[in-house]
Nanobody, 116 residues
Framework: QVQLVESGGGLVQPGGSLRLSCAASGSIFSINAMGWYRQAPGKQRELVAGITSGGSTNYADSVKGRFTISGDNAQKTVYLQMNSLKPEDTAVYSC??????????WGQGTQVTVSS
């Protein structure tokens, strides 16, 4: 099993930036991909961005050009740099790790609030 600890959420004004971090521990050798989902009140959870162990990335259309996911493969830590934040980016952001066994482990979630 993989344990995930997130940090970096908070309150930011529209147009501002935040950087989320997610550190993995436990069975990190089994991780094939990591990334972030988010869920806003009353909305379905959506994939924000993901990165594979090979470095391939994917993004939700709504964040392309504004968010950047990166990773430290040795430390199994992923980062989500969020720029030009909008009120509609407000959500709980949860880190995930997808393993070679086909399982998904989750972090506890971190709140991101974009408001003036």
């Amino acid at each position: 099993q993989v344990q995930l600890v997130e940090s970096g959420g908070g309150l930011v004004q529209p147009g501002g930036s935040l950087r989320l971090s997610c550190a993995a521990s436990g069975s990190i050798f089994s991780i094939n991909a990591m990334g972030w989902y988010r869920q806003a009140p009353g909305k379905q959870r959506e994939l924000v961005a993901g990165i594979t162990s090979g470095g391939s990335t994917n993004y939700a259309d709504s964040v392309k050009g504004r968010f950047t996911i990166s990773g430290d493969n040795a430390q199994k830590t992923v980062y989500l740099q969020m720029n030009s934040l909008k009120p509609e980016d407000t959500a709980v952001y949860s880190c995930y790790a997808f393993t070679r066994h086909g399982t998904m482990d989750w972090g506890q979630g971190t709140q991101v609030t974009v408001s003036s």
